[in-house]
């Protein structure tokens, strides 16, 4: 009953005139930009994250959050009809553009839109009912638990982004130590500055995410030099009775994978499609015909996607932990609006944590209500050449950095970070796990300092406190799978080599 009157008291804040028409412009836009090609949600929010300095605190954040969730939608377009995927759309492409060739783009994309309001809604009840509570369990976190935690979530996406725990967590150590340039709080001293003043307050997340998500994103496309032809195909929308009663228990499969997954460090909704997709194959009645242009191939994973997209929302909002590298991006908007995410934003600022919840569900009505109908209208924006495009990107890229601090300097890191970037992407190193340790790294030394402090420098409040404890001991067996699963592979690679000689 407590949860249903929370819900009815955010209902009251997402529901006025001004809310609503920042939730259906970041819905709006976010599918916009989600469409263009070689831009994701996360570039997409980083690209749009200066439009919300002038916006009050709530109608910014409802705002972003429709970016994310907008841009989730618009990446599954794009993957649907096009065969261009991005992080969160990859298992899209499986199904979605097999249906495409088969003439079926439209019952595809209405199955993206269908499932993901079905995973977006189911999140939100989990949200609604698991976020308060896990507030309540932070509050026995101290400083060591803390650093622990964020060892967790640094060692689990690491693995989950690139692949590879090395150049993962080599990424992470990156966005560290960009993350201590600056003055040192505590002492006063200048670190990583190389005397230059512009250095003095650190470096802008801003200029980050947007030099090393949308300028280097635009350079590989332009790289690539691939021809990208407008969808020309035709469109209908509406299912058959048989194909909607195909979509629902894929659907709710998938809502239920994505809302488990988006919870835990290191999940989200990359992880989420891939295990929803997966599970499919096992129980699906139609598990056979997944993989050849099937109807439960995109129902599926669109609901994961969509669902593990909301409940990522609760490490940080109950915690104060990021989970991956997009809510890293949210938990500065945070931050620069004043509000600091974790056990505290529920108590103390219910009207933000309840509407941005209630308006999450407005959100998912948007998207299916606006999105669905205008497909066609979204099609259109294939239409325009590349050549047109990646400029006036490149245009707000630098517009939206120089209004922040009205300083030329931001606008030339902007630019060193967008090579670096290019830089990384030209290596096959993913960019993502560097915007997490540019986020925690700075909260890792703080939480650090303050345990050693308390323990008045003895190491071992890490292992006595027993959460901790725990989750140095979950990190140490993580690591240890790895190196057995390593060497595994490596001395079954020895004895596939060796096997040829010895015929």
Request: net charge neutral; with cysteine; glycine share 10%.
């Amino acid at each position: 009953m407590e949860v249903l009157n929370n819900l009815a008291f955010g209902f009251s804040h997402a529901l006025t005139l001004q809310n609503l028409m920042f939730c259906a412009l970041g819905c709006t836009v976010g599918t916009l930009v989600g469409l263009l090609p070689g831009l994701g949600p996360l570039a997409t929010i980083s690209l749009l994250l200066p439009l919300t300095y002038s916006i009050d605190t709530t109608g910014a954040l409802i705002m972003l959050a429709g970016i994310y969730y907008g841009a989730q939608y618009g990446d599954s377009v794009s993957a649907i009809t096009m065969k261009i995927p991005h992080a969160s759309s990859i298992v899209a492409c499986i199904d979605g553009y097999a249906m495409t060739l088969k003439g079926k783009t439209g019952l595809a994309l209405f199955t993206a839109g269908f499932s993901s309001f079905i995973g977006g809604t189911v999140a939100i009840v989990v949200l609604a009912f698991l976020a308060p509570s896990l507030g309540e369990v932070a509050f026995l976190f101290g400083p060591a638990d803390y650093c622990a935690l964020m060892l967790v979530g640094f060692v689990c996406v690491s693995f989950v982004t690139t692949g590879s725990l090395l150049n993962g967590l080599a990424m992470c150590m990156v966005g560290v130590l960009l993350g201590s340039i600056g003055t040192d709080v505590n002492s006063g001293m200048a670190r990583f500055t190389w005397d230059a003043p512009f250095l003095a307050d650190g470096v802008g997340i801003v200029s980050i995410a947007l030099g090393c998500f949308g300028i280097a994103e635009i350079c590989k496309n332009l790289d690539s030099r691939e021809e990208r032809s407008p969808f020309n195909g035709k469109i209908k929308l509406m299912p058959t009775w048989p194909e909607f009663k195909r979509i629902i228990p894929s659907a709710l499969r998938g809502s239920v994978v994505g809302s488990f997954l988006g919870i835990l460090p290191g999940g989200g909704p990359v992880i989420a499609q891939f295990a929803a997709y997966a599970l499919d194959k096992k129980v699906s009645k139609y598990k056979d015909e997944i993989g050849t242009g099937c109807i439960e191939g995109v129902a599926g994973q669109a609901a994961a996607d969509e669902a593990a997209a909301r409940t990522s929302f609760i490490p940080l909002m109950s915690i104060g932990i990021p989970e991956n590298a997009v809510m890293a991006l949210m938990m500065a908007a945070f931050i620069i609006k004043g509000i600091q995410p974790g056990p505290n934003m529920i108590a103390g600022h219910p009207e933000l944590f309840w509407g941005l919840v209630a308006s999450m569900w407005i959100g998912n009505v948007f998207l299916l209500v606006l999105n669905v109908p205008l497909v066609r209208y979204w099609l259109s924006v294939f239409k325009i050449p590349y050549n047109v495009l990646f400029p006036a990107i490149l245009f707000f890229c630098c517009i939206g950095t120089y209004s922040i601090n009205n300083n030329l300097d931001d606008v030339f890191i902007t630019v060193a970070f967008g090579a670096l970037g290019y830089l990384f992407m030209r290596l096959e190193m993913d960019p993502s796990p560097l915007m997490l340790g540019f986020i925690l790294g700075p909260m890792l030394e703080e939480n650090f300092r303050r345990s050693m402090l308390l323990s008045r420098g003895s190491f071992g409040v890490f292992i006595n406190r027993p959460i901790s404890g725990t989750l140095l001991g979950l990190i140490a067996l993580f690591i240890l799978w790895q190196l057995v699963v390593f060497f595994r592979q490596r001395s079954r690679t020895k004895e596939l080599v060796a096997a040829p000689a010895a015929v």
